[in-house]
């Protein structure tokens, strides 16, 4: 039989060994790619000869009113996250009251998550298409004087976008709710309501701190989904148009790479994005450490 | 309290059809041709005939599948093994390497696209499967290594040393232990990476360059930005490839809310 002094070095080695394939296989296709788009951020770069400029791609793309547009549409998005998260609470609330058949109306919401941006596009653009179904809605309903061709103008195409992804959204979130009401403690409820709170009081100052932790999850797979994973639903449904006007940064990153053949803006760009997420992730985890002490 | 049930009910039925619709007009649209689209009534089986010459159908699927399985696999190797290095082998080295898993789950696949072409196309992985395969490895991977480290933590130290005593090594350890144990886990692992891959748009447009090798979901992709094709066939191409991945989620529907939640540390 082994020493515990040799069998613990043993194990530590052996730990080590078994970690070393996914150390090598995440450094090689994400590490080593993230600090060589950092070191090209500060190039020229079209894929092949790289000449470092400095901060010349950056203060450059800072005078670009593009890159602005750009930004402005990530913001207007980023308006969007609330009604993504809410409307999912609501139907979470909804559910958990178990009526007749939730476990089915919770599969069919969650439904569309195991489908692909590419066919969720595809449907949207004949969703919103002058001739689609929202129009032939409206008409049916005697509403035909807003009927409107959705994706032909930069702020309908936008809104077209924004309606698609907070569709679907609506499974992740409402399941993420739903198993945070799960952990509620009823017991708080009966002892607050004995003593005469509102239904109102009861889920301002017991149920949403309860869910604190949820709403935040929720925040964060929203926030990521609405800026590194819609550029498959952008690539079918507008190609980023009409103009620029549905042309997120994750979608200008490609852009730049692969139409414009500018390598070094786009790497530039994909560190911007990169900081962008690391801070609202960074900034999330410290507010939600400081509220648990 | 009745009316109440009936009204929540209703509310939620609704809401289905909103949920449901993109499936009943793929279903409906995909079963008539370009002029029944247009307005003549009747269905018919022409634009699904029609897909099978637009786009080389059987070929795509079998291209993803092989994806599917060369990156799942990769992934599952490698998250598996760092998984119980970081629960149960732990050292100094252990704490940083769980640090650098997590951080790199932060990694926006379009920061690191642009180096990572360059570097496949320098390394000659484009030309077939293995670009893609080794970027959705490399991207599934953190994920899949931090969900196998919690669920590798919950087994007992007292059975690994028990084995250990028995006279088994590690690697034994892992592979008639830990292993046999993790099939949950490892099951919620292949259910999240396999709709995400066989989903994915991006990486395969780039990754795979010769036309053969496309992906399902490229292809239709490819397919639709050509906008040369009817409708009712890109509809008929729609359905069919979002079958398989909505036939795993409908069978294990149970592994993949528990793998969501899973990153909530519940």
Redesign the interface.
């Known amino acids: 039989?082994l020493s515990s002094q040799s069998?613990s070095s043993?194990?530590?080695r052996?730990?080590?060994?078994?970690?070393l394939?996914?150390?090598a296989?995440?450094s090689?296709?994400?590490?080593?790619?993230?600090i060589?788009?950092g070191y090209?951020s500060f190039t020229q770069w079209d894929?092949i000869t790289a000449v470092w400029t400095g901060l010349s791609t950056y203060s450059h793309e800072l005078h670009n009113p593009i890159f602005w547009r750009v930004l402005e549409n990530n913001g207007l998005l980023f308006i969007g996250i609330p009604v993504a998260m809410l409307f999912p609470m609501g139907?979470a609330f909804?559910?958990n009251?178990k009526?007749?058949?939730?476990k089915a109306?919770r599969?069919?919401?969650?439904?569309?998550?195991?489908?692909?941006?590419?066919?969720?596009?595809?449907?949207?653009l004949?969703?919103f298409a002058q001739e689609g179904?929202l129009n032939g809605l409206f008409s049916g309903f005697g509403l035909s004087f807003i009927k409107t061709d959705f994706l032909s103008s930069e702020n309908g195409a936008l809104f077209a976008v924004a309606v698609t992804f907070i569709?679907s959204m609506?499974?992740?979130n409402t399941?993420?709710f739903l198993?945070g009401m799960a952990?509620l403690d009823s017991s708080l409820n009966e002892a607050a309501r004995m003593d005469g709170a509102s239904n109102f009081r009861i889920f301002r100052s017991i149920t949403l701190p309860q869910l604190r932790?949820?709403i935040q999850?929720s925040f964060i797979?929203t926030v990521?989904s609405a800026?590194?994973a819609l550029?498959?639903l952008i690539?079918?449904m507008t190609?980023g148009g009409p103009g620029f006007g549905t042309t997120t940064?994750?979608f200008f990153?490609?852009q730049s790479?692969?139409s414009r053949g500018d390598?070094g803006t786009?790497?530039m760009l994909?560190?911007i994005?990169?900081f962008m997420?690391?801070i609202l992730?960074v900034g999330q985890l410290a507010i939600m450490r400081s509220k648990e002490e | 309290m009745k009316r109440r049930d009936i009204a929540i009910f209703l509310t939620m039925s609704l809401l289905a059809v909103v949920m449901i619709y993109p499936f009943i007009f793929m279903i409906n649209t995909s079963f008539k041709s370009n002029q029944q689209f247009l307005g003549a009534t009747g269905h018919s089986l022409s634009s699904w005939k029609k897909l099978f010459t637009a786009m080389p159908v059987g070929r795509q699927l079998l291209n993803s599948t092989i994806v599917c399985i060369g990156a799942i696999s990769l992934i599952l190797v490698v998250s598996t093994m760092a998984g119980f290095a970081l629960s149960k082998l732990r050292s100094r080295f252990s704490a940083l390497f769980f640090i650098g898993i997590v951080g790199a789950m932060l990694i926006p696949l379009q920061s690191i696209i642009i180096p990572a072409y360059i570097n496949a196309s320098k390394l000659n992985l484009l030309s077939g499967y293995w670009g893609a395969i080794f970027i959705y490895a490399a991207l599934g991977t953190p994920f899949a290594t931090f969900l196998m480290t919690s669920y590798f933590r919950g087994l007992p130290d007292e059975l690994i040393e028990a084995a250990i005593c028995d006279g088994l090594n590690y690697r034994k350890v892992f592979t008639k232990i830990a292993l046999p144990l993790g099939i949950p886990a490892i099951v919620t692992v292949i259910v999240l990476q396999f709709i995400q891959i066989w989903d994915d748009l991006l990486v395969g447009l780039l990754f795979i360059q010769d036309p053969n090798y496309r992906t399902i979901t490229v292809g239709l992709g490819a397919l639709s930005a050509g906008r040369t094709t009817s409708i009712p066939v890109l509809m008929a191409g729609s359905l069919l490839s979002a079958i398989p991945a909505v036939a795993v989620y409908l069978i294990f529907q149970r592994q993949l809310v528990n793998g969501l939640t899973a990153g909530m540390g519940k």
Do not use: D, H, N, Y
């Open positions: 039989m069998l043993q194990r530590k052996v730990g080590i060994f078994f970690a394939p996914a150390l296989l995440v090689a296709f994400l590490g080593i790619p993230i060589q788009a090209f894929g139907i909804l559910l009251e009526v007749r058949g939730w109306f599969t069919i919401f969650f439904l569309p998550t195991a489908v692909s941006w590419v066919v969720i596009g595809m449907v949207a004949r969703f179904t569709w609506v499974g992740t399941i993420i198993t952990t932790r949820f999850f797979i990521i800026f590194t550029f498959s690539f079918v190609g940064l994750e990153i490609f790479a692969f390598f786009g790497a994909g560190v994005l990169f997420m690391a992730g």
